[in-house]
């Protein structure tokens, strides 16, 4: 009888730790992740605008695959009556936008309870033949192989483009942005994290307040834009054909240049000159760290 006792006094310890944790995490209880499949209308598609609040998106471009998104999802309550409530009035949504655009999102079925809450994740397989706009508040957006540019912004997440062609536009708040584009404008931009891009390109547009950035421009030509970090090193490469009229500086740190310069002028913290064949100006910036350009191997 005793053994039995202590057993129960145990299980009834596991349980009430259970339900401070929960208590201390906000008091939400989440259902059993849902996941669906949807066909995508593909015909004469040639844009595509993805968006959720709180989940991740992922894009791959693929002209053999058949077009589909991928819901996962998750409902939330302070019971498990209520999350499964909010889960089902989950409405995920495909829907006409312009003449030849799709928008997939989310909705509320019906009016929101004050306690609900929902993730929702995409996951989407189409043609790499259209433009391509995403936008998540709390989560990751990875993106490979668009052929007519992509737009994707995060607030808490990072955003990682491959095989893209066309402007580009990345942004997120706290995360990392990685890019590999070609063909159009490059900006990307982060508050926290680093930036790692390879680009073949003619306009780019580098910025993060806290963290690294490392740039290969050894694919391409004349280039120029902007290159800036208030706190973290600069790493810049360049290529035989790469040209532009460089300013590269920091306050704190050096600033090394192996490439060859002509017209300019060097020291510690600062250099000028002409890379290549010059042309438009290239800024290359941090307050706090070092800055290096070398050439590729």
Excluded at 161 to 167: F, P
Aim: hydrophobic fraction near 40%.
């Amino acid at each position: 009888m005793a053994g039995n006792l202590s057993i129960l006094c145990k299980a009834i310890a596991v349980t009430t730790l259970l339900a401070l944790a929960t208590a201390c995490k906000g008091g939400t209880v989440w259902t059993e992740p849902l996941t669906e499949t949807k066909p995508l209308d593909a015909a004469k598609l040639t844009a595509l605008d993805v968006e959720t609040h709180n989940g991740s998106i992922e894009f791959t471009g693929n002209p053999d695959a058949k077009p589909v998104v991928t819901v996962t999802m998750k409902g939330g309550g302070k019971t498990p009556e209520a999350a499964a409530q909010a889960l089902a009035a989950v409405e995920v949504f495909i829907e006409p936008a312009g003449d030849a655009g799709r928008k997939v999102g989310w909705r509320w079925k019906t009016p929101k309870q004050k306690d609900w809450q929902a993730t929702v994740s995409f996951d989407v397989t189409a043609s790499p033949d259209l433009f391509l706009d995403v936008e998540t508040h709390n989560g990751e957006i990875t993106v490979k192989k668009v052929n007519r540019g992509v737009k994707a912004e995060t607030h808490n997440g990072n955003v990682t483009i491959a095989e893209a062609t066309g402007d580009v536009l990345a942004d997120t708040h706290n995360g990392d942005v990685t890019t590999e584009s070609s063909g159009g404008k490059l900006r990307a931009d982060t508050h926290n994290g680093a930036i790692t891009a390879a680009y073949a390109g003619s306009d780019i547009k580098l910025d993060t307040h806290n963290g690294s950035i490392k740039a290969d421009l050894s694919k391409c030509g004349a280039i120029g834009g902007v290159i800036d970090t208030a706190n973290g090193a600069v790493e810049l490469v360049v290529g035989a054909d790469t040209a532009f009229e460089l300013k590269a500086d920091t306050k704190l740190g050096k600033v090394d240049c192996s490439v060859p310069l002509s017209g300019g002028k060097a020291s510690r913290r600062e250099v000028k000159g002409t890379i290549g064949a010059g042309g438009s100006k290239l800024r290359v910036s941090t307050s706090t760290g070092n800055v290096r350009i070398r050439m590729a191997e």
